[in-house]
């Protein structure tokens, strides 16, 4: 097993599981991305906020997306990705056209009413 990644072991570090948990998700959105001719990027602002993944498209369109594995992490998550589309767009910047967070314990996928998109890690498929 990776790095001798028991259940109990990574029951015991949620944090090593997280780190584990947002590679898969990437891993998965890198698959997605280059099937429809994106291209998955890491952000990171000169302040130090950042975005888990950005599927960014040859007509300069782009997504934020945010991986958690915790339904508990979900509100700071959106709120991150608010934030940061926010501040893009109060400097001209190219806002983007969708904000979303994939989470490992959610059961549905939704879009809440400040308009972050809600998807479990269970849709990542097909």
């Not at 097993?1 to 570090?13: I, N, S």
């Not at 992490?73 to 501040?87: H, R």
């Not at 969708?98 to 549905?108: D, I, K, R, T």
């Amino acid at each position: 097993a990776l790095l001798g990644a028991t259940p109990e072991r990574l029951l015991g570090d949620l944090e090593c599981a997280g780190f584990m948990f947002e590679a898969l998700c990437e891993r998965d959105l890198r698959i997605y991305a280059d099937a429809n001719d994106g291209v998955l990027y890491h952000y990171q602002d000169y302040s130090g906020k950042e975005i888990d993944a950005v599927i960014e498209y040859p007509d300069g369109e782009w997504l934020a997306i945010e991986i958690k594995l915790g339904a508990n992490q979900i509100d700071a998550a959106a709120e991150n990705l608010i934030s940061i589309s926010n501040a893009i767009k109060s400097e001209n910047g190219r806002a983007p056209k969708a904000l979303c967070v994939v989470c490992g314990l959610s059961n549905a996928a939704y879009k809440r009413p400040d308009g972050v998109y809600i998807v479990p890690i269970t849709a990542l498929k097909d």
